[in-house]
């Protein structure tokens, strides 16, 4: 009786903290920014799953056969393959490992930029971007980290990390530096988002600094739609952004073709840098859901396998 009393009273301690620490979750995440919300909502959609390692091992998808060593367990062999001949077989599966992902994102003051006041800026889109591949990371059993910050280069694993990752994220400032890749570990993955509007030299630089290390790098180019045609008309004043000084055009119209073949011309130009460092581009227009970018994105990341 006294058992039964102390189970249950135990049992009963066990809910209430439970519940104690739902309140907390649910607490915490009402003050999660609107952006870090939509992030993991996103994330639920391109969920992130384990990766085969082209290995025999302890995963879930098949492998191989092999035929069955003496005193192989009986539970180890695969009757029906071997009731075809007269081989006992083996059904080996693929081994599974997490995945290492590093995230950088433009801190650049020309991210924070939209050219009409229906869409969000190229930098809250990035943040969206980068965020949502980080909680699906996370919450597909992977670890995730940032190339920039106080905790550069550390990677974290389980859901409980994405508010740090995201706090971190959100608070880095616009002096951040460039992304380094002595810090990706041998065999990982790097993401970089940017509008990626810079001279041909400085992604030359970013890009053999990841070429030169066994890593896979993807680049998603975050890009307003006013930058990929150019829509104004007539006397116009543009003002920078990172201390360069203003311009005033007269009929901007007429150099609509000349920028849209100038636009091109960049855009060929970072595809085929991008590709001479075995990196991989995806582009995503701040009009456009960024759900397909990032599924395109993930589709490489995991070798098109996901998650039901």
């Given at each position: 009786?006294?058992?039964?009393?102390?189970?249950?009273?135990?049992?009963?301690?066990?809910?209430?903290?439970?519940?104690?620490?739902?309140?907390?979750?649910?607490?915490?995440?009402?003050?999660?920014?609107?952006?870090?919300?939509?992030?993991?909502?996103?994330?639920?959609?391109?969920?992130?799953?384990?990766?085969?390692?082209?290995?025999?091992?302890?995963?879930?998808?098949?492998w191989q056969y092999r035929p069955a060593e003496?005193?192989?367990?009986?539970?180890?062999?695969?009757?029906?393959?071997?009731?075809?001949?007269?081989?006992?077989?083996?059904?080996?599966?693929?081994?599974?490992?997490?995945?290492?992902?590093?995230?950088?994102?433009?801190?650049?003051?020309?991210?924070?930029?939209?050219?009409?006041?229906?869409?969000?800026?190229?930098?809250?889109?990035?943040?969206?971007?980068?965020?949502?591949?980080?909680?699906?990371?996370?919450?597909?059993?992977?670890?995730?980290?940032?190339?920039?910050?106080?905790?550069?280069?550390?990677?974290?694993?389980?859901?409980?990390?994405?508010?740090?990752?995201?706090?971190s994220l959100m608070t880095q400032q616009d002096?951040?530096?460039?992304?380094?890749?002595?810090?990706?570990?041998?065999?990982?993955?790097?993401?970089?988002?940017?509008?990626?509007?810079?001279?041909?030299?400085?992604?030359?630089?970013?890009?053999?600094?990841?070429?030169?290390?066994?890593?896979?790098?993807?680049?998603?180019?975050?890009?307003?739609?006013?930058?990929?045609?150019?829509?104004?008309?007539?006397?116009?004043?543009?003002?920078?952004?990172?201390?360069?000084?203003?311009?005033?055009?007269?009929?901007?119209?007429?150099?609509?073709?000349?920028?849209?073949?100038?636009?091109?011309?960049?855009?060929?130009?970072?595809?085929?840098?991008?590709?001479?460092?075995?990196?991989?581009?995806?582009?995503?227009?701040?009009?456009?859901?960024?759900?397909?970018?990032?599924?395109?994105?993930?589709?490489?990341?995991?070798?098109?396998?996901?998650?039901?």
């Amino acid at each position: 009786m006294f058992r039964l009393f102390d189970r249950r009273r135990n049992e009963a301690a066990r809910g209430a903290s439970s519940r104690v620490q739902e309140a907390a979750n649910a607490s915490a995440r009402d003050l999660l920014p609107p952006l870090v919300i939509e992030a993991e909502r996103i994330a639920r959609q391109i969920r992130m799953g384990v990766h085969g390692q082209r290995r025999a091992g302890t995963g879930e998808d098949f492998w191989q056969y092999r035929p069955a060593e003496p005193h192989e367990p009986a539970a180890r062999i695969d009757w029906r393959q071997s009731a075809r001949g007269d081989t006992y077989w083996v059904r080996e599966r693929e081994a599974e490992a997490a995945q290492q992902i590093l995230f950088w994102r433009d801190p650049s003051a020309s991210m924070d930029w939209r050219s009409s006041a229906a869409l969000p800026t190229k930098r809250d889109r990035a943040t969206l971007c980068t965020l949502a591949l980080a909680a699906a990371a996370l919450q597909g059993g992977e670890r995730a980290g940032l190339l920039t910050g106080p905790e550069a280069g550390r990677h974290f694993g389980g859901v409980h990390a994405f508010p740090r990752l995201a706090e971190s994220l959100m608070t880095q400032q616009d002096d951040a530096p460039a992304p380094e890749a002595t810090l990706m570990r041998p065999w990982g993955h790097a993401v970089l988002v940017s509008d990626f509007l810079w001279p041909p030299e400085q992604m030359e630089s970013v890009l053999q600094g990841f070429a030169a290390r066994p890593a896979r790098l993807e680049l998603l180019c975050v890009l307003d739609p006013a930058e990929l045609a150019l829509p104004y008309s007539g006397r116009v004043r543009f003002e920078g952004l990172e201390e360069t000084a203003a311009l005033t055009l007269s009929a901007v119209e007429d150099l609509a073709p000349a920028y849209d073949a100038a636009m091109r011309a960049h855009l060929d130009a970072l595809r085929i840098i991008a590709g001479r460092h075995r990196a991989a581009l995806t582009l995503h227009h701040t009009d456009q859901s960024p759900l397909p970018a990032l599924l395109a994105l993930h589709a490489r990341l995991t070798g098109g396998k996901t998650l039901a």
